[in-house]
């Protein structure tokens, strides 16, 4: 910490796959008027490394701390949006049965297809907005959060198309506290994309999830992911809070 008043950690697992250090910056855990002075001297001394990216979040109406962040070279790049839906709230929408297209908990044998779909379905997230991180490494991310999901055992839903013999699409949860599941890796396969693959599978994990002890189900998704918003609106969720992330970039001196 090199001021000793700015809270920040480095994000390991962000740090190894792209080849730089990645920090988060707490910056609402610090008065305005202390962000305001600390944060040139801290950037300053940072820049003093290699390559890194700062990640901080703020709420929109937080305004003050974010014309601080923008006026020492930090940039938007995503909003994300926090639902909640109470279990006992949730009502399904479709009645009707897909026999062809069937949830199931995924298996061993699910993951390749697993980590193709993450691989190429996210396309307008942070990471792959921000033109100062490598596309390619970008995609790599979700594919190896969904194999880390995988192998610590967090449940994971696939919505299976038994007439083309291929998932259409699937749901990591986490139960984040006790009753509380967390819905925020999700991705259909772009064959999939603009039918109602997306919503008979995210009905489908809630039924499940509910059976599981769910008491309240939460997603946060990108503002960019206008298909998945509507979908979990349509299911009865509703905006809880949102945040923006920012970044900082600084290329390692040539």
Known sequence: M???????????WDSDLFGFSFYELKCSAIAV?????????????????????????????????????????????????ESHLP??????????KFDHLRMFPAGEND???????ARS??????????????????????????????????????LRDERAHCIAGFVLTREIRPGVHDMSLAAVDKKYLKTAAGFILYQA???ESRVRG???????????NLASLKIV??????AHNAVIKFHWFHDAIK
Not at 45 to 60: D, F
Not at 111 to 117: D, E
Not at 134 to 149: E, F, H, Q, S
């Open 205 to 207: 994990v809630l039924q």
């Open 111 to 117: 993951l390749p297809a697993l980590i193709s779909i």
């Open 33 to 81: 008027d202390a962000l305001e002075k600390l944060l040139p001297a801290w950037r300053a001394e940072i820049s003093r490394s290699t390559k890194c990216l700062v990640v901080a979040t703020l709420p929109p109406a937080d305004i003050a701390r974010a014309q601080i962040l923008a006026g020492n070279a930090f940039y938007p790049v995503e909003t994300l949006v």
């Open 214 to 224: 769910c008491r309240l189900a939460t997603s946060s998704i990108s503002i960019n």
């Open 2 to 12: 090199p001021d000793g008043g700015l809270v920040f950690n480095r994000t390991p």
């Open 121 to 158: 379905s996210f396309k307008t997230d942070r990471f792959h907005l921000d033109r100062n991180i490598p596309a390619g490494k970008a995609d790599l991310r979700y594919a190896n959060w969904i194999n880390d999901g995988f192998k610590s055992g967090d449940p994971i839903f696939i």
């Open 233 to 238: 609106e349509r299911l009865g969720f509703v």
């Open 87 to 96: 279990m006992a709230r949730f009502k399904p929408l479709i009645n009707k």
